[in-house]
């Protein structure tokens, strides 16, 4: 069965950052795209190398996060977002995605929007550009503030008519909590259409975050009992406290949760504690490095016999993502 990737990103390349652009700067720009491109790859070759990083391996990452202090940890991981920043936004391309699928035998990989940088309608572009590998989640939309759930519903459904199979709630980016209107006429465009939803969990100290506080698992609770046909993945299975996330699962049958950030350990104990039938493979690439693909899909493989292995990494995927 096919090997999928149920939590990836990517980013425009210099070309397709320039064709977001209004037309007027479209034109002047458009030209000078192999300038910037080896301008910014000229940048990128001289980053300094001692520049503090996280470490690349999430295993490793984990155990420093588990036994060193937490405001120093914290702290780490936020000034070492802006060396890992450049080579992301330079190397995490939708290209590069693809060779890492190939390179880690994951055939297909839900691509999740990720505003302003990589908005909706460009994941959907990407998608209909790649149908048999990509698998679109689309973002809040941005709405006016005075917008009301009629407005809401419709910008949805006009997202679902262009192609979108999920969407992403992020706690930490979004200016809205978790009962807003917004929140509302997602899960019931999600139940309408039989589509999934994604939802950020866990504690990461992020520069570009609007609120640094750890997005807890159950801010949506509400939403999984009112709507218990819509499928609802917990990201990164609130990564340094999963037992709050496996509470959930244990709470509602239509919760999963993925792999991502998790150890070969984790995953074995979150098996042990929820089964075998509602956790999904997961990656976040390109975040870390370019192999996190295949750093995720061994970890899986690891903390799995054959049977757990197919379940984790296709058939609770195909059953997450639903028809289409």
């Not at 244990?250 to 070969?264: G, K, L, P």
Request: some cysteine; aromatic content about 8%.
């Amino acid at each position: 069965m096919p090997i999928i990737d149920c939590h990836a990103h990517a980013l425009p390349n210099m070309e397709q950052y320039v064709e977001q652009l209004p037309p007027v700067l479209r034109d002047i720009i458009a030209d000078k795209v192999p300038f910037l491109q080896n301008t910014a790859k000229s940048i990128l070759d001289k980053l300094p190398v001692d520049v503090p990083q996280i470490p690349v391996d999430p295993s490793r990452l984990a155990d420093l996060r588990k036994n060193g202090v937490g405001h120093f940890l914290r702290g780490i991981e936020y000034l070492s977002s802006f060396s890992v920043a450049p080579h992301t936004l330079l190397q995490g391309t939708v290209h590069q995605l693809l060779l890492s699928m190939e390179r880690s035998g994951i055939k297909r990989s839900v691509l999740i929007a990720a505003p302003p940088i990589a908005p909706n309608n460009w994941v959907l572009q990407v998608a209909k550009a790649n149908p048999e590998q990509i698998i679109p989640v689309c973002h809040l939309p941005t709405l006016p503030a005075e917008a009301g759930p009629v407005q809401w519903r419709q910008t949805f459904e006009a997202l679902v008519r262009q192609g979108a199979r999920g969407f992403k709630i992020h706690p930490n980016f979004s200016p809205f909590p978790a009962h807003h209107i917004c929140h509302e006429a997602l899960f019931e465009t999600a139940n309408r259409n039989n589509l999934f939803v994604i939802i950020h969990t866990g504690c990461f100290t992020i520069p570009s975050y609007a609120n640094q506080k750890p997005a807890e698992p159950g801010l949506f609770a509400d939403y999984f009992e009112r709507f218990p046909d819509v499928r609802v993945c917990l990201a990164h299975m609130n990564r340094d406290h999963p037992q709050r996330a496996w509470d959930l699962m244990h709470r509602y049958e239509n919760v999963y949760a993925d792999t991502s950030w998790q150890t070969r350990e984790s995953i074995a104990a979150a098996i042990e504690a929820v089964g075998n039938e509602r956790i999904v493979l997961g990656s976040d690439w390109p975040l870390l490095n370019q192999e996190l693909q295949k750093t995720n899909l061994d970890a899986v493989r690891e903390a799995t016999d054959d049977s757990d292995f197919e379940m984790l990494t296709s058939i609770n995927a195909l059953r997450l993502i639903g028809p289409g």
